[in-house]
C-alpha cells in the first residue's frame, strides 16, 4: 500500500502526521497484500487512498468493540445481517 502525503514540510511536525502515520501503519497490519477499496464509476483508482485505509481500521476497531455483544442481545437484527453490513460500510467511509 503506497500513501502519500504531499503538502508543506517543515523541520516541525504538521499536526495530525502522527494520526496519520498510525492509521496507514495500521492498515497495513490489518490488510499487508491487499488494502479494501471502494471504486466509484465514475473515479477509478489505480491505488488505495487515506479514505480506504481509514475506512478499513474504523471497521476492525469497530469489530473489536462489537464483538463481545452477545448475538441474543442483537435480537432480529440477525436476520438482517447484510443491511448492518451495509450501515457499517457507510460509517466507515462517512468523513
Known amino acids: 500500500m503506497?500513501?502519500?502525503?504531499v503538502g508543506y514540510r517543515s523541520d516541525h511536525s504538521l499536526p495530525g502526521s502522527g494520526v496519520f502515520s498510525l492509521v496507514v501503519l495500521m492498515a497495513h497490519?490489518?490488510?499487508?497484500?491487499?488494502?479494501?477499496?471502494r471504486q466509484a464509476a465514475w473515479y477509478p483508482k489505480a491505488e488505495p487512498t487515506f479514505v480506504?485505509?481509514?475506512?478499513?481500521?474504523?471497521?476492525h476497531l469497530w469489530a473489536q468493540l462489537n464483538s463481545s455483544t452477545p448475538s441474543a442481545a442483537l435480537g432480529s437484527l440477525n436476520s438482517t445481517s447484510?443491511?448492518?453490513?451495509m450501515l457499517v460500510e457507510i460509517a466507515c467511509y462517512a468523513a
Open 2 to 5: 503506497a500513501v502519500e502525503y
Open 82 to 85: 447484510s443491511f448492518v453490513d
Open 52 to 59: 480506504n485505509a481509514l475506512a478499513a481500521v474504523r471497521r
Open 29 to 37: 497490519a490489518l490488510h499487508p497484500d491487499h488494502l479494501p477499496t
